[in-house]
């Protein structure tokens, strides 16, 4: 799936950089497609197509371990065995999954990856989606709860409580893969990289000169490389979910994929996107999913919640909101789009 949402404004002004014996000036860059999206890695590093290299590896074990689109992963043992019987499964996924029901608490359920089966039945990047019947939509929302993914530490498995339930880790994955290419960076001594997964962007340190990365947030009506802000940042992740990263329109109505699963139906919240901006990636992108189905009001909430995760809200109305935390690290650069910078008392 692609979720190009954010896009890299400053190339690097790598004139002078750290004392680091393994740095470099000049980035080596790398595009791959894995887990259903480009992954753009940039590394200034002496041995950094190695670790490129290392990190496509990473990336793909946890895709083939989280996937529902290739058999034989984990996941996908995990749906088939639904309402039958346990799973044994990796620590990867096992973390996923905790992570998944820990904010599918908090969001009330506004994260939820037993959407699985509604998001099976909209097929939405098909190219030939069509809007299912009400009566289906209602028979299927009955297989939606993550209380009844039932984890049991002790013996590092899983069920799912009832037949048909299927999880789909769209809205999360891609973010914990972003943490573990973080992790292969540091363990190789990188000091300075970015990795985006479609879009997720994941920051380690700042650019090579000591300054802050700065990412541009995508304006969600516009084309892909225009944006109404920048976020200037070193170390994080920066996640977006928005209305325009995949859907269909049938009758003047957009039908994109993230749904609500109170409803059964695309998210209909007043919100067009949501930044996320966190220390860690499945934080980001969990989060933006879940803010992305509550609205701005209720997802404002949830962010403040977390110690340190920060915001940007657009609604459809072309307004864009900001969490207090990114005051003076928030540029917004929206007005000639059309948008409008709201502050928030
Ligand atoms: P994202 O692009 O990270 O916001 O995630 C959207 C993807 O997550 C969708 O394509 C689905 O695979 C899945 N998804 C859709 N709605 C939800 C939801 N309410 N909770 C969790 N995952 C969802
Ligand atoms: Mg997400």
């Given amino acids: ?21 393994n740095s470099v000036a000049t980035p080596y860059e790398n595009e791959e497609f894995a887990m259903g999206t480009i992954i753009r890695q940039r590394i200034y590093h002496d041995n950094a197509e190695d670790i490129s290299r290392q990190v496509i590896d990473r990336i793909r074990k946890i895709e083939d371990r989280m996937t529902i689109n290739k058999a034989g992963g984990e996941i996908n043992k995990l749906n088939s065995s639904a309402g039958k019987s346990f799973v044994e499964l990796s620590e990867d996924t096992l973390f996923v999954l905790n992570k998944a029901k820990e904010i599918s608490e908090l969001s009330q359920g506004a994260f939820d990856i037993t959407v699985g089966a509604l998001v099976k039945e909209w097929d939405i990047s098909s190219g030939n989606s069509v809007v299912p019947s009400q009566e289906r939509i209602h028979s299927l929302l009955g297989l939606v709860d993550y209380a009844d993914i039932i984890i049991d530490k002790s013996g590092s498995r899983a069920k799912l409580e009832n037949t048909g339930q299927i999880v789909d880790l769209g809205g999360i994955a891609k973010g914990f893969a972003g943490d573990e290419a973080i992790k292969v960076y540091r363990e190789n001594g990188v000091q300075s990289a970015f990795i985006s997964l479609g879009g997720n962007i994941v920051a380690l340190g700042g650019k090579p000169d000591g300054n802050s990365w700065k990412i541009g947030i995508r304006d969600p009506r516009g084309a892909e490389d225009s944006y109404i802000g920048i976020v200037s940042v070193k170390d994080k992740a920066i996640v977006s979910s928005g209305d ?8 003047g109505v957009r039908y994109h994929h993230i749904l609500d699963p109170k409803t059964g139906y695309p998210a209909d919240s007043g919100l067009i996107g949501t930044t996320i901006i966190s220390d860690f990636s499945i934080d980001a992108d969990a989060l933006s999913t879940a803010a992305f189905v509550l609205g701005l009001e209720k997802g404002m909430d949830l962010i403040k919640k977390f110690d340190g995760v920060e915001a940007v809200f657009i609604t459809d109305d072309k307004k864009v909101y900001i969490t207090e935390g990114l005051k003076g690290i928030f540029e917004f650069e929206g007005t000639g789009n059309g948008y409008e910078y709201v502050e928030k008392g």
């Avoid at 979720?3 to 680091?20: D, E």
């Avoid at 325009?244 to 009758?251: A, K």
């Fill in 1 to 21: 799936m692609t979720k190009s949402f954010l896009i890299i404004l400053c190339v690097l002004l790598a004139v002078s950089f750290s004392a680091c014996s």
């Fill in 244 to 251: 325009y990263e995949r859907f269909f329109e049938r009758d």
